[in-house]
RNA sequence: UGGGCCGUCGACUAAUGGUAGGUCAAGUGCCUUUGGAGCACUUUGUCUAGGUUCGAAUCCUAGCGGCCCAGCCA
């Protein structure tokens, strides 16, 4: 051995960083020109309680969460609950839980709500300021005097109230002396502004809607734009993140922070996440819910952080998912398989194998020696050394896949079919002999023989054979229910639709199937709600809280690829 | 149509005036007691037209295309 080689040898490459993105490179920027002093940076999730999360929000909290941690920093959980009308104790429940199971804890938990008080006295100051007015004006005529896209708005005629005026009715609307939607407070920007969001917004608004926190003490309710931003800055926030919709938003963000000379947090914007075959605005969410085309909030169809959680995507792999998917101002559409591949990708490392048949086929070995059972070894997990063997129950009578027996076998075909020998895993060589119908011609029954040498699944004479199957002993089986999910949309975009129709015309009618009576391996008899599987050859699959003692409820959360469906598709083509 | 933002393989995303790279998808082969996994290889891209420059995906100009904004929602 020539030592040199040794000291020749390159060391291993630096672990693949992640891809840079703008957001990360302002914050380097801001850290090297120490644009906050010596301050850490300081980030915030900022979700409204009037929904559940869903894995958009799952990018932008990797995003908030991770961007903070890699910087050392901070990232606050902030509730932006400034619609009473809207916004439930439910929600803020589950957002809280979704986070922490993605895996993020955060360093200050607040809601907009907290700074109310805050929020009225600095909107009394900007009355002082004559930044301020109170509007008299109806909700209909502010919107026509609001102008268009393309003509300048007009000014309310009271715009010009004297600040003395002003102060005492925001006052007294703040005391409730005045019925919902009578007036508004407003910032006086510009009624020409091109932006629409500067011809005057509307700070406040008259709501006697209670409060999830603060009940019945406010009858005025801030804006989001009169209370985002200064939230952030009450935090501190340096680098607050939101999607491109809001880019519009940022003068006014910044005007008020200028306004009022507080800390100047700044606003970056980026690009939702959006999936083929799946919907992520909450309002269409909340009525797939309400209206019952869904199973709730969780539904395993829902792509909820719930949703998904009870259909068995780890945590893990949404976080990898996230983190690969990088984050930009190009605003695109993903590709569900991509999600689906950092979900196999989690799962064929930690998911042990097991055997389960959805749709048994009963098959009797003639030669096997009746009452008999044996056990045979398994491996638990061929990624995984040690996930350790388990064993197996064999016997005279079985239960393969439908699918997995063909009378009359197509080209490329592999599995069983009259005359031919075909592996059991980790049992024997098996060849199918004859077959049992039913009165409308289906086969109901194969018998076949099994060669006693190739017990384990080898043959001594060293003869190959073309595939492996897998199977459960019928004595021995398991009865469970599988539910096999599929999109939950027909459409790569749910929103593309003929005139007069809903989002709804577009569900698929096959999203969920339920399979009643699968045959289950005995040793998943009493698996724990949330274990994940895989289930040899068809995907993998989480036990659902559904299940009761004796009787376990099985979702399938992705199958496996499966090289034979494409094989089939092309030849159908052909 | 006023304003804002954005155009890089089929999809997502890097390259920050100096070799257009990665992931997914697709395809081919190897391997295989999962038609799984893995491994190797391959295909496909800078919206267009000008300009600046030794050199442009990157800077400038003009087009073209897409998304967002007229809630007392966020």
Redesign the pocket.
């Known amino acids: 051995m020539n030592p040199s080689t040794d000291a020749e040898k390159k060391p291993s490459p630096e672990p693949a960083s992640a891809?840079?993105?703008?957001i990360r490179?302002a914050m380097i920027r801001d850290l090297e020109t120490k644009k906050y002093g010596d301050a850490v940076i300081q980030t915030r999730f900022p979700p409204?309680p009037n929904g559940y999360l869903h894995i958009g929000h799952a990018k932008a909290i990797c995003l908030d969460f991770g961007l903070a941690d890699e910087f050392g920093g901070k990232t606050n959980l902030r509730f932006?609950d400034?619609?009473p009308e809207?916004e439930e104790q439910e929600y803020v429940d589950s957002i809280t839980k979704d986070v922490r199971w993605l895996g993020f804890e955060w360093d200050g938990l607040y809601y907009a709500s907290d700074y109310f008080d805050q929020l009225y006295q600095w909107a009394v100051k900007l009355i002082q300021d004559g930044k301020a007015y109170v509007d008299d004006?109806?909700?209909e005529q502010?919107?026509q005097h609001?102008g268009?896209?393309?003509e300048p708005g007009k000014d309310s005629p009271y715009r010009n109230r004297p600040t003395e005026e002003n102060l005492d009715l925001f006052e007294r609307m703040r005391k409730g002396e005045f019925p919902?939607?009578?007036?508004?407070l407003r910032a006086k920007i510009d009624m020409a502004s091109?932006?629409?969001?500067l011809r005057d917004p509307?700070m406040y608004?008259?709501l006697h809607a209670e409060h999830h926190r603060t009940g019945n003490k406010w009858c005025i309710?801030p804006?989001?734009d009169y209370a985002?931003g200064q939230s952030d800055s009450i935090e501190r926030v340096t680098h607050s993140m939101c999607t491109?919709?809001?880019?519009?938003?940022r003068p006014l963000y910044n005007w008020f922070i200028q306004q009022l000379g507080i800390f100047p947090s700044q606003q970056f914007e980026f690009?939702r996440l959006s999936l083929t075959y799946t919907l992520l605005s909450k309002r269409k969410l909340l009525k797939l819910v309400q209206e019952k085309y869904v199973n709730g909030w969780d539904d395993p169809r829902m792509p909820t952080l719930s949703g998904i959680r009870r259909r068995g995507y780890p945590a893990e792999a949404i976080r990898n998912f996230c983190a690969?998917?990088?984050?930009?101002?190009?605003?695109?559409?993903?590709?569900l398989?991509?999600l689906e591949?950092y979900i196999?990708?989690d799962l064929?490392k930690r998911a042990p194998?097991v055997m389960a048949v959805l749709r048994p086929l009963k098959i009797v070995i003639d030669n096997y020696p009746e009452g008999q059972t044996e056990e045979v070894d398994a491996v638990n997990n061929?990624?995984d050394e040690s996930a350790g063997k388990r064993k197996v129950p064999f016997s005279k009578v079985l239960y393969i896949e439908q699918d997995d027996f063909r009378e009359d076998p197509p080209k490329?075909?592999?599995?069983l079919s009259p005359g031919r020998e075909v592996?059991l895993?980790?049992g024997y060589f098996i060849t199918a002999k004859s077959v049992v119908k039913n009165d409308k011609g289906e086969v109901v029954e194969v018998h076949c023989t099994y060669d006693p040498a190739t017990r384990?699944?080898?043959a001594p004479d060293g003869r190959k054979v073309k595939?492996?199957?897998h199977w459960v002993s019928a004595a021995h089986a398991v009865d469970a229910e599988v539910r096999i999910y599929d999109k939950l949309f027909t459409k790569e975009d749910p929103n593309q639709l003929e005139d007069g129709q809903e989002f709804t015309a577009n569900l698929n009618p096959n999203s969920l199937e339920v399979i009643a009576q699968a045959k289950l391996e005995p040793s998943l008899a009493n698996a724990p709600v949330e274990a994940r599987y895989?289930f040899?050859?068809l995907g993998y699959f989480c036990v659902d809280p559904d299940s009761k003692p004796g009787r376990p409820v099985f979702n399938r959360t992705v199958a496996?690829?499966?090289?034979?469906a494409?094989?089939e598709k092309k030849s159908e083509k052909k």
């Open positions: 891809p840079s993105n703008f490179d409204e932006d400034t619609n809207k004006l109806t909700a502010i919107r609001r268009t896209l393309t919902d939607g009578s007036r508004v091109p932006n629409l969001n509307v608004r008259i309710y804006m989001y985002h491109l919709e809001f880019e519009d938003h690009d690969a998917i990088g984050v930009s101002k190009t605003s695109g559409s993903l590709e398989a991509m591949h196999r990708e064929n194998r061929p990624e490329q075909y592999y599995r592996r895993r980790y384990g699944g080898n595939s492996t199957i895989q040899e050859r496996l690829k499966d090289t034979w494409k094989v």
